[in-house]
């Protein structure tokens, strides 16, 4: 049984936390194993075209760029394609929540890969939408005349019907390759959001709500998402 560490805490405690401890070493060890398997994955399949898309950031917004032209002088592009569609009054919250993260995070990203987001929205209310939030770092892209999210699996049967997707590419003798994407709905990049994972350290846990709390609602989603 473990020395009690913090003040007043019972032997009961300090017994369970150990054992506690124990499961969340494994935890971690887990995600590195996982994240090492990863790593050894094969090419994915050559980039299909190189898309164009228009810049939605202030100072740039509705330039052309090639998809080619991301990377920078980077040789990995981490490319998150978020859930606002051209018809969409609002964005998907939980998308919101996870751009908020993003924005916050790229600088530290961006010293070693290519960090961007992408939405099918025009990219004047991606734009419109990036002010309300105070986004200012992370590079914004709109998709919304290339087939881009289509073939990359990132919407349904319409442009509309935008999923929430991370995708990663990687160069490779002056070509551009796929080489993994989150491939399911659920927890697709849970492990990097802020929210759920913080909440997971509370006595409550996670709040039995599919979004995170926001201050608006996506009436779009909220009609057209419903099982």
Excluded at 59 to 79: H, I
Aim: with cysteine; net charge neutral.
């Amino acid at each position: 049984m473990g020395e009690p560490r913090y003040p007043n805490e019972s032997s009961v405690y300090r017994a369970a936390r150990d054992s506690l401890l124990k499961d969340e070493q494994e935890l971690v060890e887990k995600a590195k194993s996982v994240a090492a398997k990863r790593r050894t994955l094969p090419l994915g399949g050559e980039l299909k075209e190189d898309y164009v898309f228009q810049w939605a950031n202030d100072g740039k917004l509705g330039r052309r760029v090639k998809f080619s032209e991301l990377f920078g002088g980077k040789t990995t592009l981490l490319l998150y394609s978020w859930m606002f569609g051209p018809s969409w009054d609002k964005p998907c919250p939980s998308c919101t929540s996870l751009m908020d993260g993003f924005d916050r995070t790229w600088y530290s990203v961006a010293q070693d890969a290519a960090f961007a987001a992408i939405a099918k929205a025009p990219a004047e209310k991606i734009n419109a939408w990036a002010r309300q939030r105070g986004w200012s770092q992370i590079p914004l892209l709109s998709g919304y005349e290339s087939p881009f999210q289509a073939d990359y699996k990132c919407q349904g049967d319409s442009d509309d019907m935008q999923l929430p997707v991370m995708l990663v590419f990687t160069k490779r003798d002056g070509k551009i390759f796929h080489f993994w994407s989150t491939e399911s709905m659920m927890n697709h990049v849970d492990t990097v959001w802020p929210y759920w994972n913080l909440m997971d350290f509370t006595p409550e846990g996670r709040p039995e709500r599919d979004t995170p709390p926001q201050n608006f609602r996506s009436e779009f989603l909220e009609k057209n998402y419903k099982e």
